[in-house]
């Protein structure tokens, strides 16, 4: 029943609360193995997306098939194949790492025989094996993070939902965090993780970016950043960059200055980087302010976004 | 359903309950805390009423008449007085409850058979303990001059003169009549029921509060699974509690234990299962903890409280309430509790009421179950 490779498939997936459309004729697929990025801003519906395809919610109209089973119509075959992260953090406070492994294998249906076994994998994967006496009200963010994804994939679901995972976790443990989840996938695991930390859309395979409710990019982030054709990017460094940025303020073609580490991001209203170069270098020499450095660079994750909600938002005028 | 998962919940709530040792310790200790105080405040005996005597005849009769008062274990002679006056201020300041005044010529008017009326007065502020008082009072009088009356006119000649009717009262099942022996079964009701409604009616909420039921709620627990496990692991505390107010009432107030055992334990265990459910199926339906627990207190303590015939008889109450009161399942408890502990009653006459609470509690299971469904969607 499940041969088509696929571990998610949304068709025209849509869900209104009240006359709000959270989500708006959605759709998409998500191949097995595969780190499928969902970024957005806040309430742009990922959430939501996420809840129906855990069976938590129900469609409003469209389908949505998690690992060849339907939402509307399996929800419990769906929940013994996913696991789920929400974006609260919701273990249990008052028991420790342990308790809460034992009684998520035990909701999860772990056969007693195996749960020893999948409560070591979890804890060694989670590397919270020190603290597994420690009651989870005293541990730190990321610890807690990893005892939740840990306690989300007990079952060893060949699907998993986080959402907004890293919310609220240091660097480092977002990082360490994002290491789990590339192990995950390497072991054959899907994972749909949403995030509104946009360095973070580099560490996945895929990504979608939803915006009101509809789907507006989706690609390979090197994908989406070549895309990118409304826009270009220059770095620009000056030992005075604060009279470069007056400079450049009112010259044409140029769209935006923003200071950016020591630096300056440069941002061009069109495509054609070389002409802008020169228009750029014109100007300040004009004021005689003196250039270092001047060369296109490879636009962020974040850029791309920006330019897309921006362009999104010039078609809805 | 899947023994696995329940039990899975049940470990899960058994140890949330022990970690909360505050919460759990209050558990415990309500049950003995109410039981004492109600056991004892709400006693309905009238005992050593501090009284008053204004003895205006002086006789040898008058004083056996006020012999027969200290005599008795429902009045407290605290002092003799002179003029009436003075018990009228005693009574003001609340220092007596009441006054009894025997006029001049007690002796010989009864003697003659004659009307003497000695007169009682009474502090009428609280009319319950007044009317009792008043009663123990007139028969107590009425008995001595009867047999005054009789003593005096045999000394005159004639024969012996018996009172015309002497009835001799005797009361069933609560002989000495003590209040304790009805209040303490019908206590035990109660507090049941309070408690266990307020054990459950957080749990759910919690969850929903805690934002851990979306959690669960992914996993492929199911909520009938959640529903029992979670009161099982309540009932284990709520059977606690029924084994302690047992203890106290049986120990402390000396109640007796007449009927089986065995049907006080099956009883009290189905009595649990409906009010446990009912805390779950309120806090399923409640959207915080806060209002989950008004809302337990509301529909457990009120009812059992005031409608279950515990204190205030149902058969005195409008139509109406007489009404809701039979849906109330302390009200069923209650009359199982006083029937086995006073009356010694078996299963062959309460059988209704056990049935009616397996009922109670059957119902309110499925609706916990279907609520917490459909919170789903």
């Known amino acids: ?317 | 359903m899947s023994y696995r998962r329940l039990r899975a919940v049940w470990i899960k709530e058994l140890r949330h309950i022990v970690r909360d040792a505050r919460s759990l310790a209050m558990a415990l200790a309500v049950p003995v805390m109410m039981l004492v105080l109600f056991g004892f405040a709400l006693s309905l005996d009238v005992d050593r009423i501090p009284t008053l005597v204004c003895d205006q005849d002086g006789t040898q009769a008058s004083r056996d008449l006020v012999r027969q008062f200290q005599g008795s274990r429902y009045f407290t002679i605290t002092g003799f007085v002179a003029d009436t006056g003075a018990i009228d201020r005693a009574i003001d300041r609340s220092q007596v409850l009441m006054g009894v005044v025997i006029p001049r010529d007690y002796s010989r008017d009864t003697g003659l058979g004659r009307q003497a009326p000695v007169q009682i007065l009474l502090d009428g502020s609280d009319s319950n303990t007044a009317s009792i008082a008043l009663g123990y009072a007139e028969t107590l009088v009425r008995n001595y001059s009867l047999a005054l009356r009789s003593q005096m006119q045999n000394r005159r000649g004639g024969g012996a003169l018996a009172p015309p009717v002497d009835a001799r009262l005797r009361v069933w099942y609560n002989s000495s009549l003590e209040s304790k022996n009805y209040v303490v079964p019908g206590l035990i009701a109660v507090i049941l029921m309070i408690i266990a409604a307020l054990l459950t009616s957080l749990t759910i909420a919690r969850e929903w509060e805690m934002g851990t039921m979306e959690q669960i709620l992914s996993t492929p627990l199911r909520p009938v699974e959640m529903v029992l496990g979670k009161m099982l692991a309540y009932f284990v505390v709520g059977l606690a509690d029924a084994a302690i107010a047992v203890v106290v009432g049986l120990g402390v107030f000396q109640v007796p234990l007449r009927g089986s055992v065995l049907l006080l334990a099956v009883s009290t265990c189905v009595f649990l299962f409906g009010a446990l459910f009912w805390g779950i199926f309120v806090s399923s339906a409640a959207r915080t903890q806060l209002q989950a627990y008004q809302i337990g207190i509301l529909t457990s303590f009120l009812p059992a409280f005031l409608l279950s015939g515990f204190v205030y008889s149902i058969e005195d109450m409008p139509p109406v309430i007489q009404l809701i009161s039979r849906i109330v399942p302390a009200r069923y408890f209650v009359t199982i509790l006083k029937g086995i502990f006073l009356k010694g009653s078996g299963m062959r006459i309460l059988w209704g009421e056990l049935g009616f609470l397996a009922l109670y509690a059957t119902i309110v299971f499925l609706l916990a179950t279907r609520r917490l469904n459909r919170k789903l969607a």
Not at chain 1, 245 to 261: I, Y
Request: charged share 25%; proline share 4%.
């Open chain 1, 1 to 317: 029943m499940n041969s088509n490779g696929w571990a998610v498939e949304i068709e025209d997936l849509v869900k209104r609360f009240g006359d709000f459309v959270a989500v708006d004729h959605v759709s998409m697929r998500v191949p097995k193995g595969e780190i499928f990025g969902f970024l957005g801003p806040n309430g742009a519906g990922k959430s939501t997306t996420i809840r129906m395809l855990c069976g938590l919610l129900t469609p409003t109209s469209g389908s949505a098939r998690v690992n060849g089973l339907d939402v509307a119509t399996e929800p419990e075959q769906i929940r013994r194949n996913i696991g789920y992260m929400s974006q609260k953090f919701s273990l249990y406070d008052d028991l420790t790492v342990e308790e809460n492994i034992d009684f998520f294998g035990g909701v999860y249906g772990v056969p007693r025989e195996r749960r020893p076994e999948r409560r070591d994998y979890v804890l060694r994967m989670a590397n919270i094996e020190e603290k597994r006496k420690a009651l989870t009200r005293t541990l730190s963010g990321g610890w807690k993070q990893r005892l939740a994804l840990g306690c989300a994939i007990l079952h060893d679901p060949p699907v998993l939902f986080l959402d907004e995972p890293t919310s609220g976790v240091d660097p480092i443990a977002r990082a360490g965090f994002w290491a789990l989840i590339h192990d995950l996938s390497e072991t054959g695991h899907t994972v749909f993780v949403s995030t509104h930390y946009m360095d973070e859309a580099e560490y996945c395979h895929r990504l979608a970016l939803m915006y009101r409710g509809k789907v507006i990019a989706l690609g390979a982030p090197a994908e989406l950043k070549k895309g990118l054709t409304s826009h270009s990017l220059l770095q620009l460094d000056s030992p005075h960059p604060l009279e470069a940025m007056r400079a450049l303020d009112h010259t044409a073609r140029v769209s935006d200055v923003a200071v950016f580490g020591g630096g300056l991001h440069v941002t061009l209203g069109d495509i054609d980087a070389e002409g802008g170069m020169a228009r750029v270098r014109q100007a300040l020499e004009a004021k005689g302010i003196e250039v270092t450095r001047l060369e296109r660079i490879e636009p962020s994750m974040e850029d791309v976004f920006v330019a897309m909600i921006e362009a999104e938002e010039r078609k809805a005028e």
